[in-house]
């Protein structure tokens, strides 16, 4: 695809990955839409990318479906049409089965889960009219790994984006659509993922266990010590969408792993041991 004069919407744009994405597609031509809920990151988003291109920032909930809807109308008002979709935008809070409040369950379901959907329900139709398009799905190695000690909403959320994305692929090859899907799997990214809770609607209670607590810090260390750059990923993800290859994995032996884990379990009954994230 070349990229010059397409469209392409990001949503999580303010930050991390969704900002490399903005970033890259930028320098390769395109115009860019990146939707976010957090307000003051976004305009700084808008006005560093603005540097770079055409930008668009639309203060966007990816849970809600009207505010989904919002963004491409004035997707489609300012640019007339868009070619690349990235569903990106996710959050993550925790603890052990028993002290997660269903609210939290709701709050990472509906960000995680129903915010990708919302984006494949309202935008599948507009990446239609075009010749090629593309759809990017931002999963998690989370989505090959249970048992991660205090992440199980996390998880639940990115095997529900796997399964819809995996879905969605197999239908629209069957039909010969002009949509190609892609699922991005992260495995460690440098990004403000650690500190997800800061988005938290107020009426999420966070868990101050000592198990949480420890599984955080290990996270930020491992992301620190072995993370990847977002550019990186952002790269991956440009390149994904030129080969056409379904799976960006970018971490390929930790999701490797998991599955394996699975089919040893699956075939000989011997379940896996919790784990610590990265491992
Ligand atoms: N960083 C990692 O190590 C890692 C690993 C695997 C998967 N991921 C996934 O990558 C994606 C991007 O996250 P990141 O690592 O760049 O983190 P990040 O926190 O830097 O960026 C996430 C962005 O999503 C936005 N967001 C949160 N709730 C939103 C909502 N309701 N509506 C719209 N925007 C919302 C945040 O404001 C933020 O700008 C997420 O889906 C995350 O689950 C990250």
């Known amino acids: 695809m070349d990229f010059t004069g397409k469209t392409a919407v990001v949503t999580g744009g303010a930050s991390g990955m969704g900002y490399a994405m903005a970033e890259r597609f930028l320098a390769e031509g395109a115009n860019v839409v990146i939707a976010d809920i957090e307000r003051e990151a976004l305009d700084r988003a808008a006005h560093t990318l603005g540097l770079l291109g055409d930008v668009l920032a639309v203060r966007t909930d990816v849970s809600s479906e009207e505010s989904v809807q ?11 049409g868009v070619h690349i979709l990235c569903n990106n ?23 995680n889960f129903f915010g990708v959907l919302n984006g494949c329900r309202v935008f599948l139709p507009l990446l239609e009219e075009q010749p090629e398009a593309h759809i990017v799905n931002t999963a998690s190695v989370a989505a090959f790994n ?3 000690a205090t992440m199980t909403p996390y998880a639940t959320s990115k095997f529900a984006v796997l399964a819809l994305s995996e879905s969605l ?36 209670q966070l868990s101050a266990e000592p198990e949480r607590i420890a ?5 930020a260390r491992l992301t620190a010590e072995v993370g990847l750059e977002p550019s990186e990923v ?5 390149d994904a969408i030129q080969d056409g290859g379904f799976f960006i994995l970018t971490h390929p032996e930790h999701a490797l792993t998991g599955v394996r884990k699975r089919l040893h379990w699956m075939e000989t009954g011997e379940a896996p041991a919790p784990r610590i994230a990265g491992t």
């Open 146 to 148: 249970t048992g991660t």
């Open 70 to 80: 919002a963004l491409a109308d004035e997707t489609i008002e300012r640019f007339g």
């Open 234 to 238: 952002a790269g991956m993800v440009y």
């Open 89 to 111: 935008a996710g959050v993550e809070t925790g603890g052990s089965f028993g002290a997660i409040a269903a609210r939290s369950w709701r709050w990472v379901m509906d960000v």
């Open 215 to 219: 599984q955080m810090e290990n996270l």
């Open 169 to 204: 692929d197999i239908e629209l090859r069957a039909r010969n659509a002009t949509v190609a899907m892609h699922l991005l799997a992260p495995g460690p990214v440098k990004t403000r993922m650690v500190e997800a809770e800061r988005n938290k609607p107020a009426d999420v």
